[in-house]
């Protein structure tokens, strides 16, 4: 019985072969578009039931279909079940209120999944409905201007495990870390690591609040300093050009300006190659820094993708030439403005700053039209909550590109946001400043509660809405941390089988599958419904982009074994129950095995 698989599509293929026959007899008419369910399955509603009693599934197909028939629903319903083609795997339909119809799934049906699921279990619940449509999928992301936070971890978990949730529906994905390794930052991270080396040296330097004060700097410059000696030595006098800079009414102002002369100062006496040098190796430490940081966290990307890049090669400079020929950039102020206003957004934004500079803003374009020339099916941009302004913009650059639509592939990215995540010890919050240096690491996090912990709540809530993340739960061994009670349901199916060969007993798979009709008890129905839903799930939470849906799902899936399991005897002397019972055990341990995988979770054997 392969439709098990998908019962939903099998049901609404059932549900679109009568309504296609009803529209052939005349006794519907024709419909006009999708929401009149023309063609498209997945368009039919349908629904599992709550209520055990109300059948498996529920349609409301006939509620939505009264209006353009002009009939009322529940005489709709009575042709639509009435016309229903034969199954062997429909117990019985039945029509209630005021024309919904139940289905209710012969026991059957779901026990035959359990032979699906040994058959092919690390592929169970995949599909190809991505059809091979190339999907790239950005994320983390982080500036390489110091160490990952717990901030960028949520975002990391998030972004892992929907790559894996679109690769599993059959998407080609291609992963990708933007690497913003030009601009402003990058020259204040240079800066920074030349300070704390010349402090090394013995020169003394006022080390500016807006600086980056983190001990990573600290270590950054001790390797320059051991394996350079003085070469790179600078003495702060105004014959060397060390700045003065006059006190601002603004200290804030003040403060930014001290910054940029420092700058200036550093690449000035340095030249650019020396400049470029400790630029290099501050990005160079970060970056193997961070990646073998997210390697360790189990995140890995197809592609590292420069922002210098896009500089060094006239992309930025492409894009804005495009955009003032088609009319679309202003001078003002000794600025160069993008008339984003013009396609919604709030106000212009800057592109090139009166200094000559191009912006972030102005990558930020070149990068997605360079994304664009790819010509995937699919753009994501998965960034952090506060980045939701930036949303606006992107979206109005790439209209004004590509206006004319004749471009191959999708102008505006899906963008995704992620809030924050809220560390919480012993019932305190865990406060942060990234600039600063007092922040919780994404290793600190991983070295405290385990990556399985941290990857598994880090998806326990919509990306969009904020995490409070309980630290001292996450390290629990009890059934209120999810991630434990989760692993151990698989641990216990694990722990059978090392009982099993205790006992001298042996589980003979082949034989398991004709004894499936044993299976009758209330949890092992239940427990069965439950593992039909897997790949539903699994379908439902990559196109909603809610891996949190999957986890929802393990955390449900392990109650009903964890309930299984503390009400029955699976090694019982009858070998035909004990090895069906065992064959349910392990369909839930493959299951379970694969949706943490999504997740980025072990499965551990034993805890």
Same mark, same amino acid.
């Given at each position: 019985m392969n439709e098990v698989r998908s019962m939903k599509k099998y049901l609404q293929n059932l549900?679109?072969?009568?309504?296609?026959?009803?529209?052939?007899?005349?006794?519907?008419?024709?419909?006009?578009?999708?929401?009149?369910?023309?063609?498209?399955?997945?368009?039919?509603p349908l629904e599992r039931t709550r209520n055990p009693d109300h059948g498996d599934f529920a349609t409301p197909v006939c509620l939505t279909l009264a209006k353009t028939a002009r009939r009322k629903p529940r005489e709709i319903a009575e042709q639509v079940v009435a016309n229903l083609p034969a199954s062997n795997l429909i117990e019985r339909v039945e029509i209630a209120g005021p024309g919904f119809i139940n289905f209710h799934i012969r026991d059957d049906a779901f026990r035959d999944q359990i032979r699906q699921i040994l058959a092919a279990p690390d592929s169970y619940g995949n599909s190809g409905i991505g059809a091979g449509q190339r999907v790239q999928i950005e994320y983390v992301s982080a500036n390489p201007t110091g160490p990952l936070h717990v901030g960028h971890g949520r975002g990391a978990a998030y972004g892992a495990a929907l790559a894996a949730l679109l690769t599993a529906i059959g998407f080609n994905v291609h992963r990708e870390y933007y690497v913003n390794d030009a601009g402003r930052q990058m020259d204040i991270l240079a800066l920074s690591v030349w300070l704390r080396y010349l402090d090394l040296c013995g020169e003394t330097v006022s080390f500016p609040?807006?600086?980056?004060?983190?001990?990573?700097?600290?270590?950054?410059?001790a390797t320059l300093n051991r394996e350079h000696g003085e070469k790179y030595r600078a003495a702060p006098t105004q014959e060397a050009g060390f700045?003065?800079?006059?006190?601002?009414?603004d200290p804030a102002a003040y403060s930014e300006k001290y910054l940029d002369a420092l700058i200036a100062w550093a690449k000035n006496v340095l030249g650019e190659s020396g400049f470029d040098f400790v630029h290099g190796l501050g990005l160079g430490a970060l970056l193997d820094d961070i990646r073998g940081d997210l390697e360790q966290f189990g995140v890995v990307f197809e592609e590292w993708f420069s922002e210098r890049s896009l500089v060094d090669s006239g992309a930025v400079e492409d894009v804005l030439?495009?955009?003032?020929?088609?009319?679309? #950039?202003?001078?003002?102020? *000794? %600025?160069?403005?993008? =008339?984003?206003?013009?396609?919604?957004?709030?106000? !212009?934004?800057v592109v090139i700053r009166d200094n000559g500079l191009a912006t972030y803003f102005a990558s930020d374009i070149a990068y997605h039209a360079n994304k664009k020339a790819r010509n995937f099916d699919r753009i994501?941009?998965?960034?952090?909550?506060?980045?939701?302004?930036?949303?606006?913009?992107?979206?109005?650059a790439m209209e004004a590109l590509y206006q004319d639509g004749s471009d191959k592939g999708p102008s505006n990215p899906i963008v995704l946001l992620v809030q924050f995540a809220n560390l919480y010890r012993g019932g305190e919050l865990v406060q942060m400043s990234t600039r600063s240096g007092d922040f919780v690491t994404l290793?600190? #996090?991983?070295?405290?509660? *385990? %990556?399985?912990?941290? =990857?598994?709540?880090?998806?326990?809530?919509?990306? !969009?809405?904020?995490?409070d993340f309980d630290l001292d739960l996450a390290k629990s061994r009890t059934a209120d941390n999810p991630v434990y009670y989760v692993q151990y349901a698989h641990a216990r199916v694990c722990s059978l089988m090392e009982k099993l060969d205790g006992r001298a007993l042996d589980w003979d798979a082949t034989a398991s599958l004709s004894g499936l009709d044993?299976?009758?008890?209330?949890?092992?129905?239940?427990?069965?419904?439950?593992?039909?839903?897997?790949?539903?799930?699994?379908?439902?939470?990559?196109?909603?982009?809610?891996?949190?849906?999957?986890?929802f799902f393990l955390r449900e899936l392990a109650t009903d074994f964890h309930a299984y399991y503390n009400a029955y005897t699976f090694l019982v002397d009858d070998a035909t129950l004990r090895n069906a019972r065992l064959a349910l055990a392990m369909a839930t341990r493959h299951v379970l095995k694969n949706g943490l995988a999504f997740l980025g979770v072990s499965a551990p054997e034993s805890m």
């Open positions: 549900l679109q072969q009568t309504l296609s026959t009803l529209r052939e007899n005349g006794e519907l008419p024709s419909p006009g578009h999708l929401s009149e369910h023309s063609g498209d399955t997945s368009q039919i609040a807006k600086a980056y004060q983190g001990d990573y700097i600290w270590d950054i410059a700045p003065t800079v006059s006190e601002d009414k030439a495009r955009l003032r020929n088609n009319g679309y #950039l202003y001078e003002k102020d *000794g %600025a160069w403005w993008f =008339r984003s206003t013009d396609f919604g957004d709030e106000k !212009d934004r994501i941009d998965i960034w952090g909550a506060d980045h939701h302004g930036y949303i606006a913009r992107v979206k109005a290793r600190e #996090l991983r070295k405290d509660v *385990g %990556a399985d912990a941290a =990857r598994f709540f880090y998806v326990m809530r919509r990306s !969009d809405q904020h995490l044993r299976l009758i008890e209330s949890q092992e129905l239940k427990l069965l419904r439950t593992l039909s839903r897997y790949p539903e799930v699994v379908e439902s939470a990559a196109l909603a982009y809610e891996p949190h849906q999957l986890a």
